[in-house]
């Protein structure tokens, strides 16, 4: 049996890490001096109402070294191999320390560390893939060919509602959020070789804006990868959310449309009301 596990940035919900046996990572989240585990013990809502009192965004770092040694010493015993993803490696070091871990405790050769080059269900469409295939009996190997494979195909992006976060990350200047504000600007960010940048910009209320946008996906969404799309949200109404489920139900193309809510990192850079649907192409 082969064992998928995943940093905590896959942001797949209580259910599907339980359906598909998922071991998690957590990242760690830095409200000031407080720490705390990603999906542990602290939740989005948190993270915005210290945000907002504190006028700053919250540190993330990837998980410690002893700590993804000891999440391996869980499985390792019982499994044939581990195949282990994480968010992008430009834009955190949890690639780094979950293969260093690995070196640590001698099995390297039992474990395969994978650059999701993404981030949120970005990465969650992979750890999905190559949980199904640990299940269908495939060796580390295949699995990992068929995922490296899928990686370039995996089509991740967002409305994000506000500039006000992505200023306080410094991914934004002060003057630009204020006319964004000003002007009802929504940026779309999307993930292209493992980078974060803004393609577009939307102007309206944001429901407008995200059915703009999903329209706009439609043409991509009729010739993807028919298992499954994702809407994942950091808190966005459920009028929107629903809405945009409504629309991918309708074009009849996916078995499943499965809705996350993003976990700590991707929220406290992005803020609340962002919402990405996300997909794999076809070659």
């Given at each position: ?66 700590d993804v040694e000891e999440i391996y010493k869980k499985y390792i015993d019982d499994v044939e191999g581990m195949v282990v993803f994480t968010i992008s490696s430009s834009m955190s070091a949890s690639f780094n320390v979950c ?38 009996g495939k060796s580390i190997g295949e699995i990992e060919k068929e995922i490296l494979r899928l990686r370039p195909l995996v089509r991740a992006s967002f409305i994000v509602d506000t500039l006000e976060y992505l200023h306080r ?115």
């Amino acid at each position: 049996m082969i064992k998928i596990l995943s940093d905590s940035t896959c942001d797949l919900s209580k259910e599907l890490v339980e359906r598909y046996d998922i071991g998690i990572i957590p990242l760690h989240v830095y409200l000031g001096t407080q720490e705390y585990l990603d999906g542990v013990d602290i939740v989005p809502k948190k993270i915005y109402e210290w945000s907002d009192a504190n006028g700053a965004t919250p540190k993330t770092s990837a998980p410690a070294i002893d700590d993804v040694e000891e999440i391996y010493k869980k499985y390792i015993d019982d499994v044939e191999g581990m195949v282990v993803f994480t968010i992008s490696s430009s834009m955190s070091a949890s690639f780094n320390v979950c293969k260093l871990a690995a070196e640590a405790l001698g099995i390297k050769d039992k474990v395969v560390v994978i650059d999701s080059a993404n981030l949120s269900t970005g990465i969650g469409h992979l750890v999905i893939e190559a949980a199904e295939l640990a299940a269908a009996g495939k060796s580390i190997g295949e699995i990992e060919k068929e995922i490296l494979r899928l990686r370039p195909l995996v089509r991740a992006s967002f409305i994000v509602d506000t500039l006000e976060y992505l200023h306080r990350g410094g991914r934004c200047s002060g003057l630009a959020a204020m006319f964004g504000s000003v002007l009802k600007l929504h940026p779309r960010i999307v993930v292209t070789n493992g980078a974060m940048s803004s393609d577009k910009k939307y102007r309206g209320n944001l429901e407008s804006v995200i059915v703009t946008y999903t329209r706009e996906l439609e043409p991509e969404l009729v010739k993807a990868k028919t298992d499954r799309v994702f809407i994942t949200h950091s808190g966005c109404p459920d009028e929107i959310t629903f809405k945009v489920r409504d629309m991918l139900v309708e074009l009849g193309c996916f078995k499943e449309v499965l809705i996350t809510h993003a976990g700590c990192v991707v929220s406290s850079h992005c803020g609340p009301g962002t919402l990405g649907v996300l997909f794999i192409a076809q070659e």
